[in-house]
């Protein structure tokens, strides 16, 4: 079965400090993305690559930068973590290539930012 | 531009009641649509989809979704609710092709009352 995995699953950061967040498909999926979820909204996009060694910006893409070192492995990176960017994070992949939209989602990282 | 609306925030119903969540969405073009489920400190997972044909689709667990050019919608149903559906329900769309990025409701909070 196709699986996003996502470490940690919650983290307390402090203001200014880096957070990185890792993710890990065993889909053999060709995208992967960032999504984050604030308390009563939807999910919105973050970083995505379609490669590894490429990233693309979603649609809020300041204060993160993104890693993606080999296809199954991609990162978010928060340089200097901000208040703000308390909410949960959910990693995601699929594979367009094969004619199948549909994107599979990890459990969520869940990062407050005191 | 293309966005999804999702006019509910939260529904109640009775267990044993009929279902519908409602979904708007905004395209130029006919897209891929989906729904999808979020429970409590888990990650998004899909319920049914939309590519093309019988405007009808079944999904998992009884759900079904109707899809309307005329409208632009596509509503979500269930026939009778069990207490166990208690979750968030996201409505997402997208273009399908290469470029892969989805677009997400800010999701309906069903309530089902015992």
């Known amino acids: 079965e196709a699986a996003v995995t996502q470490s940690p699953r919650s983290k307390v950061a402090v203001t200014g400090g880096k957070v990185t967040l890792s993710c890990h498909q065993t889909?053999?999926?060709?995208?992967m993305y960032w999504y984050r979820q604030d308390t009563g909204h939807g999910l919105r996009l973050i970083h995505y690559?379609?490669?590894?060694?490429?990233?693309e910006k979603g649609d809020i893409p300041d204060g993160y930068k993104a890693s993606r070192p080999s296809q199954e492995n991609f990162s978010l990176i928060l340089e200097l973590a901000s208040l703000s960017q308390t909410a949960v994070y959910f990693c995601?992949?699929?594979?367009?290539?094969?004619?199948?939209?549909?994107?599979?989602f990890g459990k969520g990282t869940r990062l407050t930012v005191v | 531009a293309q966005s999804v609306t999702q006019p509910d925030a939260r529904v109640t119903v009775s267990e044993g009641a009929s279902l519908q969540l409602r979904c708007k969405y905004s395209?130029?073009?006919?897209?891929?649509l989906f729904w999808y489920v979020q429970y409590p400190r888990q990650g998004l997972q899909l319920l049914l989809k939309?590519?093309?044909?019988?405007?009808v689709v079944q999904g998992v667990n009884s759900f079904e979704a109707e899809f309307s050019k005329s409208n632009s919608s596509f509503h979500l149903q269930k026939a009778s609710v069990h207490w166990s559906d208690s979750a968030v329900y996201f409505c997402?769309?997208?273009?399908?092709?290469?470029?892969?990025?989805?677009?997400f409701g800010d999701g309906t909070q069903l309530v089902v009352k015992p």
């Open positions: 889909n053999n999926h060709d995208y």
């Open positions: 395209y130029s073009a006919t897209p891929y």
């Open positions: 690559s379609y490669v590894a060694d490429s990233t």
């Open positions: 995601a992949s699929s594979d367009p290539g094969q004619g199948n939209t549909e994107v599979f």
């Open positions: 997402a769309l997208s273009r399908g092709g290469s470029n892969n990025r989805i677009f």
């Open positions: 939309y590519y093309s044909g019988d405007p």
